[in-house]
């Protein structure tokens, strides 16, 4: 085993004071640059200001409407099956329509419980639930307010705000009740 | 009778008279079939069960269900030949079937499903448009819904009100791809046995209206139990999910109902969820268990031995009986505790029994008689001063005169499950778990043993009658009663009673133990005057 000596710090490295006063330039710059060009500083204001975020972000849960407005989900469960999280809570009805007979009478979401997986996307035979609803902040004072239930789920997004980042997907060929003459 | 046959070349031996299906089932072959049931004439109209056999002319196909084995017989259920049979017999039977599966209740258990997914798996070759036969979502019964695009013309629903509840009600309309399952005219699907078409039905054709919706097969947990509406003691799956019971299904028992139950067994689940007493009572008010139990405690002691009268219960397992007659002989006078017994209700010669309650022979095993005329003079004499019940709600069939005798005996205190007006006249009412959250055993009105097992756990804190009664008496020092489980009542009740073979709880099997009785105590067979069964083989497969 060789035992090595800790170099001695030479007397300019010991100050600190050049290295400091670099780091200090740098900052010094910036804030020159920004007092001087408030347009192009890099900071946004929010919740003022809110930054558009890139059209692939998985946002939260909506669910979709068929032409009539009524819900397109059939309340066959498949996403309350395949959520790894169980934060999803379906009541099925029974609807007096008799090509769509199944329908969900409550669809809840408990946004507490919800891991952003996005199975739930995936599972879906109707295309009837996404999540593209760019809100980064799902916040609230109770717990009970946190759990999103099937009007808010339907309606409680900006059509225009979603569609400017989902241009509308082609129409998956069902089977089933939608495929009816 | 044995004989040797060969299927795939695996050298077998099987009882004689039996059919392919069965004896490849019954040695782990898988076989695809949709029309056949054991328990049902064979139609042979699916044509899924092909298999190929070797014959002096070379192989030729035939169908399972409908071909008795002999001896010698060489059989191929996967060769090129008999795979291509039975994979396309499935094309066919799913060529216009609709592919609603998310909204159908059958999914999960559906055998067109399975069968695809086991035997099929092959890609759509349709070169015209879909036909669609309609007819969704039509009432036939009380029950039950009809979706005549879902079905397959199996037929087991038709022999099923043909052969076993002889009624008549279904039959197939039209012909070729225009065929369609319908009830004739004026006559609707409600018979009382109405129920099993929707759990022989393989597809979602047939579904029951309360289960309708309610919640998707693949969540459902089951739990081997026994239907308590009748002496029948029939076999019952309890499914659950959450703690909360959805539906009972038949569970199949050759001996007793193969795979059947009556409709007033099956909607039986309604009142494990409903009308649940949780908090102990006193005349009607809720009240704290603790000080309830010392109180009763000082009234049980303070009591003079002749002075109290028991009320055991059909309706409770033999353990819960056992025990109330243990307290009553070691503590007071054995012949003050009787049973009270409902009014003989509807049976038929199928299934259903008169006696409307689980337990009765279970009252006559342990030897506790009727309330007997010697009691009710007593009784009008006000003889009593402490009434003990458990779980036998006397107010929903007593006769009013005995109601109200019943009712002026100063202390009342009852254990039962389910909530009742009359509780405002009871002194102190204890909860007690339901039939489908404890361990327990009944003896049927054949002579079977059978048990019945927890499936949910609503109320942990609530605990059998037959605990709540031994703990009263280990807090009244009574030396005997020291048991946490009615699994330790029961071993201890094999021992004690000459007429059980001195097993353990856990020895008793699924299909229950037949316990020689004399003969008052056992009903008629049932299924008298129906096809005699000969061709139950395996148990292991359950038929869907």
Redesign the interface.
């Known amino acids: 085993m060789r035992v090595v000596q800790r170099p001695k710090p030479k007397l300019m490295q010991s100050l600190y004071f050049i290295d400091i006063f670099k780091g200090l330039m740098l900052t010094l710059r910036h804030v020159i640059r920004n007092i001087l060009n408030p347009d192009q500083m890099m900071v946004v204001y929010f919740p003022e200001q809110k930054k558009e975020l890139p059209p692939p972000t998985r946002g939260r849960h909506r669910l979709m409407k068929r032409e009539d407005g009524s819900p397109r989900c059939?309340?066959?469960?498949?996403c309350a099956?395949v959520c790894p999280a169980e934060c999803i809570h379906i009541l099925?009805?029974?609807s007096t329509d008799?090509a769509i007979?199944?329908y969900p009478e409550r669809f809840d979401i408990d946004m507490l419980r919800c891991v952003y997986c996005g199975f739930c996307v995936e599972a879906c035979?109707?295309d009837a639930i996404r999540m593209d609803v760019p809100e980064v902040t799902v916040a609230n004072y109770s717990r009970e307010k946190l759990v999103y239930h099937k009007e808010f789920l339907l309606n409680h997004h900006n059509e225009d705000y979603v569609k400017n980042y989902n241009p509308p997907r082609p129409v998956i060929e069902t089977?089933?009740?939608l495929a009816?003459? | 009778m044995t004989i040797k046959i060969k299927i795939n070349d695996q050298p077998l031996e099987v009882p004689e008279g039996i059919n392919i299906l069965e004896a490849a089932l019954g040695n782990q072959i898988p076989l695809e079939h949709f029309c056949y049931h054991r328990y049902l004439p064979v139609a042979g109209n699916c044509r899924t069960c092909m298999v190929e056999l070797e014959g002096p002319r070379g192989r030729a196909l035939t169908i399972a269900c409908n071909t008795k084995v002999t001896e010698g017989m060489v059989i191929y259920t996967n060769s090129p030949g008999a795979q291509t049979a039975q994979k396309s017999a499935l094309e066919f039977l799913l060529l216009d079937h609709?592919?609603?599966?998310?909204?159908c209740d059958k999914?999960g258990e559906c055998k067109l499903q399975d069968n695809y997914m086991k035997y099929g798996l092959y890609d759509s070759e349709r070169m015209v448009p879909r036909y669609?036969k309609g007819g969704?979502?039509l009432s036939i019964g009380e029950h039950i819904i009809l979706d005549q695009e879902r079905c397959v013309l199996c037929t087991r629903c038709i022999r099923f009100v043909d052969e076993v509840t002889e009624t008549s009600e279904l039959g197939i309309i039209h012909r070729g791809h225009e065929s369609t399952l319908t009830t004739f005219p004026g006559k609707a699907l409600d018979n009382a046995y109405s129920g099993n078409t929707t759990d022989i039905c393989p597809v979602g054709a047939l579904t029951l209206k309360e289960f309708?919706?309610?919640q998707?097969v693949?969540?459902l947990k089951k739990t081997e139990s026994i239907c308590t509406k009748c002496a029948r003691g029939c076999n019952l799956w309890i499914e659950q999910n959450r703690e909360t019971v959805f539906r009972l299904m038949p569970r199949e028992n050759p001996e007793i109902n193969r795979t059947w139950i009556c409709n007033e067994g099956r909607m039986s689940f309604n009142e494990i969820n409903d009308h649940r007493i949780v908090k102990s009572q006193l005349y009607g008010q809720v009240d704290d268990l603790g000080s309830m139990v010392e109180k009763i405690q000082n009234i049980l002691e303070g009591v003079e031995k002749e002075k109290i009268l028991g009320i055991a219960s059909p309706w409770a397992t033999l353990e819960d009986n056992f025990i109330l007659r243990k307290l009553f002989k070691n503590r007071w006078n054995l012949d003050h505790l009787v049973s009270l017994l409902p009014p003989l209700g509807e049976s038929d010669s199928i299934l259903r029994l008169p006696q409307k309650y689980p337990n009765g022979v279970g009252l006559q095993v342990l030897e506790i008689p009727e309330l007997s005329k010697s009691i009710i003079e007593k009784l009008n004499d006000r003889h009593f001063e402490v009434l003990l019940v458990m779980e036998n709600e006397f107010w929903q069939f007593a006769s009013l005169e005995l109601q109200q005798s019943l009712f002026t005996i100063k202390h009342i205190i009852v254990l039962t499950t389910h909530q009742s007006d009359v509780f405002q006249k009871i002194e102190a009412v204890f909860p007690v778990r339901a039939f489908a959250e404890k361990y327990g055993t009944l003896i049927n009105a054949m002579g079977y043993l059978q048990k019945i097992n927890p499936a949910i756990n609503s109320y942990p804190e609530i605990v059998e009658s037959s605990i709540f009664i031994a703990r009263l008496a280990q807090k009244m020092k009574i030396p005997g009663f020291e048991f946490e489980t009615p699994v330790e009542v029961f071993n201890a009740l094999s021992q004690e009673q000459s007429i059980f073979p001195k097993i353990r709880f856990h020895q008793i099997p699924s299909h229950g133990l037949f316990i020689p009785l004399d003969t008052n105590g056992v009903a008629p067979a049932p299924f008298s005057g129906h096809q005699k069964v000969d061709n139950v083989f395996v148990r292991g497969h359950q038929f869907k």
């Open positions: 059939t309340a066959c469960m498949l099956t099925a009805g029974e008799t007979e199944k035979p109707l089977h089933g009740p009816r003459p | 609709p592919l609603d599966c998310p909204i999914a669609f969704k979502d309708r919706f309610k998707r693949w969540f």
